[in-house]
């Protein structure tokens, strides 16, 4: 095993009645061009076994699809300034309460169905309910660490989910 839970977080999980081993899988900085096979390759096989599950998150897979993006590089239109502002921001991620996310949201996913969305999120609001989500297509990444970044911390790219009767 190469890394250990997140806080609050728990590596063996039961589901269905059968136990099962998260092993977080410490990678190197992916960067745009780079082969996510190859990275697979080069981290998970040594820790894989047949009939384990993969899971790769998805900041890695939008970096080497380059679809990641400089906070730097985006500049939100007044749209996306006024849409974030009603975003409810959660401990979880900056999700689209950042302009600069909303702007990609925008731009990924087009700006009828983001009004959309923003449309049925308010009159749902008003019978109490709240949570529409559109979802972040994209991941904003910072190049210097002079500005705020859109993640605290490294993060863990590749993740195996492996019964946990195999010997590790």
């Known amino acids: 095993m190469t890394g250990v839970a997140n806080e609050g977080k728990a590596l063996d999980v039961d589901i269905d009645g059968a136990r099962y081993r998260r092993i977080p ?58 849409l974030s502002r009603y975003v409810t921001r959660t401990p979880y991620g900056i999700g689209l309460g950042m302009p600069e996310t909303m702007e990609m949201a925008l731009r990924e996913c087009g700006t009828p169905r983001i009004l959309f969305a923003a449309a049925v999120s308010a009159v749902t609001k008003a019978f109490g309910r709240s949570g529409t989500s559109t979802g972040s297509p994209v991941t904003v990444r910072e190049r210097s660490t002079d500005r705020p970044v859109a993640r605290s911390r490294p993060t863990t790219a590749l993740s195996c989910l492996a019964p946990s009767v195999h010997a590790r």
């Open 25 to 82: 899988i410490r990678t190197r900085v992916v960067m745009p061009g780079d082969d996510l096979d190859d990275v697979i390759r080069e981290y998970a096989l040594e820790h894989t076994v047949a009939g384990d599950t993969l899971f790769v998150t998805e900041k890695i897979v939008a970096i080497t699809q380059g679809r990641s993006y400089a906070v730097a590089d985006i500049t939100p239109r007044r749209l996306a300034r006024f």
